[in-house]
């Protein structure tokens, strides 16, 4: 499964796992469905953002392949490369406070170098009674870290299976951080809540937030993945993706909310970069609609209430 074999490498790449008594319910602080109302949004106004939208979409497409970016190492990089473009502000911030591989080892708890601490897990508390990789619950945390004058609160990354007694149980990952730096507050949520169906198919809650001072980037959907009848046992190398949610543009002085429809979107494993048929939709508060519609691998029209733009 390819979004369980991304996590396994994640998970992997860290070395370390953790158990936890009394550990929270990850799923519930999943960023879901953004709360924001809807706001307007003028054909002047999807013109010039339209590359954000369809980058918003194309992501989920890219994610299906397995690839979590380019250095699949860090969760923070990870994040980081997530953020880059929109809020190069926040991917500094993350990468400042990322950790090294090598502090990674310790077990237990490490300060920070001007303050604060950070938790992590004792191998020996390992517990995966179904054995598939994804352990009963996991966290990396910062305890008021300080480090390049940042500091961080929350969680550098966490884990939860659904049911550690059943590998088709369905797990949760978290980033979930709040960074200061002087005046500047940010916040950066990452969550996948994810529960396989039958015969390949499955369930994901996703969504992120950035809040940067009165900046707010969020983006949310509910989305099942089907697998396309393709005559092959491979339900990921081909599939179909629907979803609802919300995109949130709060940032340099750009205002909007859009409600987001995903339709038989179809995933291709040969195709890396875009979905290769199918529409997504975003829609605001007046029924306006900017339409993607692929018509293969990195081919697509967008139009804004019928004419292209
Ligand atoms: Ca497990
Ligand atoms: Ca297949």
């Given amino acids: 499964m390819k979004l369980q074999v991304k996590l396994f490498g994640l998970v992997a790449a860290?070395?370390?796992?953790?158990?936890?008594?009394?550990?929270?319910?990850?799923?519930?602080?999943?960023?879901?469905?953004?709360?924001?109302?809807?706001?307007?949004?003028?054909?002047?106004?999807?013109?010039?953002?339209k590359s954000a939208l369809v980058g918003a979409i194309n992501q989920i497409a890219v994610g299906l392949t397995g690839d979590f970016g380019p250095s699949s190492a860090s969760p923070t990089?990870?994040?980081?490369?997530?953020?880059?473009?929109?809020?190069p502000t926040v991917a500094k911030d993350l990468?400042?406070?990322?950790?090294?591989?090598?502090?990674l080892r310790i077990q237990g708890t490490a300060n920070c170098e001007q303050g604060?601490?950070?938790?992590?897990?004792?191998?020996?508390?390992?517990?995966?009674?179904?054995?598939?990789?994804?352990?009963?619950?996991?966290?990396?945390?910062?305890?008021?870290?300080?480090?390049?004058?940042?500091?961080?609160?929350?969680?550098?990354?966490?884990?939860?299976?659904?049911?550690?007694?059943?590998?088709?149980?369905?797990?949760?990952?978290?980033?979930d951080l709040s960074l200061?730096?002087?005046?500047?507050?940010a916040r950066l949520a990452l969550g996948i809540d994810y529960t396989?169906?039958?015969?390949?198919?499955?369930?994901?809650?996703?969504?992120?937030?950035?809040?940067?001072?009165?900046?707010?980037?969020?983006?949310?959907?509910?989305?099942?993945?089907?697998?396309?009848?393709?005559?092959n046992s491979d339900p990921y190398d081909a599939g179909f993706v629907n979803f609802t949610g919300r995109f949130v543009y709060k940032l340099d002085g750009e205002n909007y909310v859009l409600d987001m429809k995903g339709e038989n979107l179809e995933h291709s494993s040969s195709c890396t970069s875009t979905f290769v048929s199918g529409k997504a939709t975003f829609q605001d508060n007046a029924g306006n609609k900017?339409?993607?519609?692929?018509?293969?691998?990195?081919?697509?029209t967008v139009t804004y209430n019928g004419n292209p733009i």
């Fill in 290 to 300: 900017l339409v993607i519609q692929y018509t293969g691998c990195n081919s697509y």
């Fill in 95 to 103: 990468r400042r406070v990322q950790l090294t591989g090598g502090s």
């Fill in 77 to 87: 990089e990870a994040a980081a490369a997530l953020v880059e473009k929109e809020y």
């Fill in 196 to 231: 396989p169906g039958a015969g390949g198919a499955y369930n994901v809650r996703y969504g992120y937030l950035i809040q940067e001072n009165d900046d707010k980037l969020a983006f949310g959907v509910n989305m099942s993945y089907t697998p396309k009848s393709d005559g």
């Fill in 116 to 175: 604060g601490t950070v938790t992590f897990p004792d191998d020996g508390d390992i517990v995966d009674n179904d054995g598939d990789g994804i352990p009963v619950y996991a966290e990396i945390r910062y305890n008021n870290c300080k480090e390049d004058g940042v500091t961080a609160n929350g969680l550098l990354l966490g884990m939860q299976d659904k049911n550690d007694s059943n590998p088709a149980g369905g797990f949760t990952f978290l980033i």
């Fill in 180 to 185: 200061t730096d002087g005046t500047d507050t």
């Fill in 14 to 49: 860290l070395g370390i796992l953790a158990a936890c008594s009394g550990a929270p319910n990850l799923s519930n602080n999943v960023p879901g469905v953004p709360s924001d109302s809807p706001t307007s949004f003028s054909q002047s106004q999807a013109s010039a953002n």
